[in-house]
């Protein structure tokens, strides 16, 4: 039974018999995995705090052939990102990144680029005053997209592959199907939302930033608010991929500006 060494993110745990614990975690070397923690619901438990949500871990575990769940050897902290009292906003951005990551990659699918991901946005977090959370948000799920390779080609129409660039003045708009996928005018029929050139700006933004730069960016968003907007499409793209709503978006209903 070989044993595996990884850094490693904690997802989510949730109860297995009276004393352990299963958990989701996501690792540098093999993307996600799903382990059993042996007596880690034990008052004394040798896993102490490592096993919080987005715990940066060393994580070192026995894998069987044939069996889904690998056995948690041992568990170190590298970093630890929970701590008791913090603001429910946050943690719920937390859970809410923590599902999307479950959501969107398979098992035993290496992903640095994601792993990474994680990491930065969990730094961001930390720095971000509590209105630069939604601009977080934002662009973990754009990423997220992108990433699993949902995010559609915006620079192009979907349909007839013309390139699209945001300038009504030239008579050439984006619009977005009910899907959330661009059309060029001509196609679209301009059905659907039109994406405007700040929502398209911000969208090369977020591809283009790092997390931590791209939250402490001040914009005003008195007159039009295309990170709303942003939000809207991310999240019915999201929908179509998962054929579902997610559980953490009730959460973060909260968070929405008015
Ligand atoms: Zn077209």
């Not at 679209?188 to 700006?201: P, V």
Request: hydrophobic letters at 40%; glycine letters at 6%; charged letters at 25%.
């Amino acid at each position: 039974m070989p044993l595996h060494e990884t850094d490693a993110f904690v997802l989510r745990t949730f109860t297995l018999k009276e004393a352990d614990k299963v958990c989701i975690f996501f690792t540098r070397e093999t993307g996600k995995i799903r382990g059993v923690a042996h007596g880690a619901r034990r008052l004394r438990s040798r896993y102490g705090a490592s096993l919080e949500l987005f715990t940066e871990v060393s994580l070192r575990y026995l894998q069987k052939e044939n069996k889904e769940l690998v056995s948690v050897s041992s568990c170190e902290i590298i970093r630890s990102r929970f701590f008791e009292g913090m603001s429910s906003e946050i943690l719920g951005v937390m859970h809410y990144f923590a599902e999307l990551v479950i959501e969107f990659f398979p098992d035993h699918e290496p992903n640095e680029k994601v792993y990474r991901l994680i990491g930065a946005a969990l730094d961001a977090i930390d720095t971000a005053s509590p209105a630069q959370l939604p601009a977080l948000v934002r662009y973990f799920e754009i990423w997220m997209l992108k990433l699993s390779g949902f995010f559609p080609d915006w620079r192009h129409c979907g349909l007839c592959g013309r390139e699209l660039t945001p300038e009504p003045s030239r008579g050439s708009s984006i619009w977005l199907t009910n899907e959330g996928l661009p059309q060029c005018t001509t196609c679209s029929g301009q059905m659907g939302e039109e994406l405007h050139a700040a929502e398209w700006r911000l969208i090369q933004e977020i591809l283009t930033q790092a997390p931590a730069a791209f939250a402490a960016r001040s914009r005003d968003l008195r007159v039009v608010n295309p990170l709303g907007q942003i939000g809207y499409v991310a999240t019915r793209l999201i929908n179509r991929v998962l054929e579902r709503e997610l559980k953490s978006f009730e959460v973060l209903d909260r968070l929405k500006p008015d």
